[in-house]
Nanobody, 124 residues
């Protein structure tokens, strides 16, 4: 089991940056591949970025490639999402997720544990 807690969301203007963090409990964090998803009200959860167990592999949705960077620190049990050049269409609730069996998956069903989400709002 792993518990995930996101932080770092907020209200920013287009072009600004935000850094989301996800803190994980438990001593087996390094055995989970991690991902970030986002969701608008009434819509499905959408893949944003993912990182492999040791951080050697990173994966991004086309919509954020070149603007967002995912990273992890297994010593600190954290995974981060650096978001630059934010756009109004990036507005959503962002969720951190852990997968025991899939690295780099874009399917939310492949993730076993989820955080509570953090709101990101980008004004134009």
């Amino acid at each position: 089991q792993v518990q995930l807690v996101e932080s770092g969301g907020g209200l920013v203007q287009a072009g600004d940056s935000l850094r989301l963090s996800c803190a994980a409990s438990g001593r087996t964090f390094s055995s989970y591949a991690m991902g970030w998803f986002r969701q608008d009200p009434g819509k499905e959860r959408v893949f944003v970025a993912a990182i492999s167990w040791r951080g050697r592999g990173t994966y991004y949705a086309d919509s954020v490639k070149g603007r967002f960077t995912i990273s992890r620190d297994n010593a600190k049990n954290t995974v981060n999402l650096q978001m630059n050049s934010l756009k109004p269409e990036d507005t959503a609730v962002y969720y951190c997720a852990a997968s025991a069996n899939y690295s780099g998956s874009v399917y939310y069903r492949h993730y076993d544990f989820w955080g509570q989400g953090t709101q990101v709002t980008v004004s134009s």
